[in-house]
């Protein structure tokens, strides 16, 4: 089983939706979360990042992490057309190794 | 601003050359790393060195290499390169830190004919 689960989509929605994006994790020692945005042909660029459980808050980006149901979620409010693109979650557990899900491709369409 | 320079955007190599990858991080970061990238695959670990001269596997190093001489400079290098090594290549660096994620690279697409 591997160890981060993340639905690959694609998910569709109108502009101005509230866009909820998910992982699941299997591995109790992961304490730090993150979210990756990566648009076609780039590289992943670090969104946010929390520790353990808990809400983060980053204009209208809100990552969340509920260590109880190894549940990781990043919510988009009022999502624009340049959201489009694929959302990596990951995780980690020590000093080097990050576990990533294998992404979430958002359309945000006008 | 932090930033991971890959070498190359687009490679195209021959079966069996010998390919090298170069990635340079300007952020004094200890950690660096090497991913492929492949659709419905995701981000897969090839290595990573948390110091110079230092390696470590990741999870599919069969049939690459690494170099790390200096603290900025990680180099993937493709022994023998074969068709399904074409992918996305993609160099990520961060500090040992627990609560700082990696940053990355803008990637190389490698195609091997």
């Known amino acids: 089983q591997k160890e981060v689960e993340q639905d690959p989509g694609p998910l569709s929605v109108p502009e101005g939706a509230i866009v909820s994006l998910n992982c699941t994790y299997s591995?109790?020692?992961?304490?730090?979360f993150m979210w990756y945005r990566q648009y076609s042909r780039k590289g992943p660029e670090l969104l946010m990042y929390t520790y353990s459980s808990g809400n983060k808050e980053d204009g209208r980006f809100t990552a969340q992490v509920d260590k109880s149901s190894k549940y990781i979620s990043l919510f988009i409010r009022d999502s624009q057309p340049s959201d489009s693109a694929t959302y990596l979650c990951?995780?980690?557990?020590?000093?080097?190794?990050?576990?990533f899900g294998k992404g979430t491709k958002l359309s945000v369409i006008p | 601003d932090v930033k991971v320079t890959q070498s190359s955007r687009y490679l195209v190599k021959r079966t069996g050359e010998k390919v090298f990858l170069e990635c340079v991080q300007d952020?004094?970061?200890?950690?660096m790393f090497w991913y492929r990238q492949d659709p419905g695959l995701g981000l897969r670990l090839i290595y990573f060195s948390y110091d110079v001269k230092m390696k470590e596997k990741g999870d599919i190093p069969e049939g690459y290499s690494v170099s790390r001489e200096k603290k900025e400079r990680f180099s993937l290098i493709l022994e023998s390169a074969s068709t399904n090594q074409t992918s996305m290549y993609l160099c990520a660096s961060s500090f040992p830190d627990y609560n700082v994620g990696a940053f990355f690279g803008q990637g190389t697409r490698l195609t091997v004919v």
């Open positions: 952020m004094d970061h200890e950690n």
């Open positions: 591995n109790s020692a992961f304490q730090y």
């Open positions: 990951a995780s980690r557990a020590g000093s080097y190794q990050l576990t």
